[in-house]
């Protein structure tokens, strides 16, 4: 018996058969199927990623100004000024009417108050209620206010103001900050 082994051992092993270089069909599918798997994956994270990611690539302005009235105009008795704002909610351009509250300090410095009420929202008026003379008053709950804004009743915080700026004669206001006049008052 070992003779047919030594036989068995000294025959030349077949060789493997020549592997191809193409590419089988499992392969191919296996390639053709994630390749679309990454495209419609893709396709539904990059706008996702856009969406996250777009108030970052957004340029922020230094704070439009708008221009709502003449300086001259402006003396020691706040005075009720509307304007409008241009906004750009999504593709709906529109227009909202604010207020401001304006007035000259006793350095003749302008400053304007934002009217609404710090309570409830409510819009305070200027010298509306003769119990309080020279005073804010906010109708629906009673708030008052002096005429820096600071708080007397009701609300717990005074009213926020607008910054402001003076150009070429005209009071032009930016946007709403917490209120420093309110402050110096207290």
Same mark, same amino acid.
């Given at each position: 018996?070992?003779?047919?082994? =030594? =036989?068995?051992?000294?025959?030349?092993? &077949?060789? =493997?058969?020549?592997?191809?270089?193409?590419?089988?069909?499992?392969?191919?599918?296996?390639?053709?199927?994630?390749?679309?798997? @990454?495209?419609?994956?893709?396709?539904?994270?990059?706008?996702?990623?856009?969406?996250?990611?777009?108030?970052?690539?957004?340029?922020?302005?230094?704070?439009?100004?708008?221009?709502? @009235?003449? %300086?001259?105009?402006?003396?020691?008795?706040?005075?009720?000024?509307?304007?409008?704002?241009?906004?750009?909610?999504?593709? !709906? @351009?529109?227009?909202?009417?604010?207020?401001?509250?304006?007035?000259?300090?006793?350095?003749? =410095?302008? !400053?304007?108050?934002?009217?609404?009420?710090?309570?409830?929202?409510?819009?305070?008026?200027?010298?509306?209620?003769?119990?309080?003379?020279? &005073?804010?008053?906010?109708?629906?709950?009673?708030?008052? !206010?002096?005429?820096?804004?600071?708080?007397? %009743?009701?609300?717990?915080?005074?009213?926020?103001?607008?910054?402001?700026?003076?150009?070429?004669?005209?009071?032009?206001?930016?946007?709403?900050?917490?209120?420093?006049? @309110?402050?110096?008052?207290?």
């Amino acid at each position: 018996m070992s003779s047919l082994n =030594e =036989e068995q051992e000294s025959l030349p092993q &077949e060789a =493997e058969p020549p592997r191809r270089n193409e590419m089988s069909r499992r392969q191919f599918l296996t390639y053709t199927l994630g390749g679309a798997t @990454a495209f419609m994956g893709a396709g539904v994270i990059l706008p996702m990623i856009r969406f996250a990611v777009d108030p970052i690539l957004h340029k922020k302005g230094e704070g439009d100004f708008i221009k709502v @009235a003449e %300086a001259a105009k402006i003396t020691d008795v706040p005075q009720e000024f509307t304007f409008e704002l241009p906004q750009q909610d999504g593709w !709906y @351009a529109s227009t909202a009417m604010l207020t401001a509250w304006i007035r000259k300090d006793e350095s003749g =410095e302008i !400053y304007a108050l934002s009217p609404i009420c710090k309570h409830l929202g409510c819009t305070v008026g200027w010298n509306n209620d003769k119990a309080y003379p020279d &005073e804010y008053h906010c109708p629906c709950h009673g708030a008052r !206010y002096t005429k820096q804004g600071q708080h007397l %009743a009701v609300a717990a915080k005074p009213l926020d103001q607008y910054t402001t700026k003076i150009d070429g004669g005209w009071v032009y206001l930016g946007e709403i900050v917490p209120n420093t006049e @309110a402050k110096k008052e207290a």
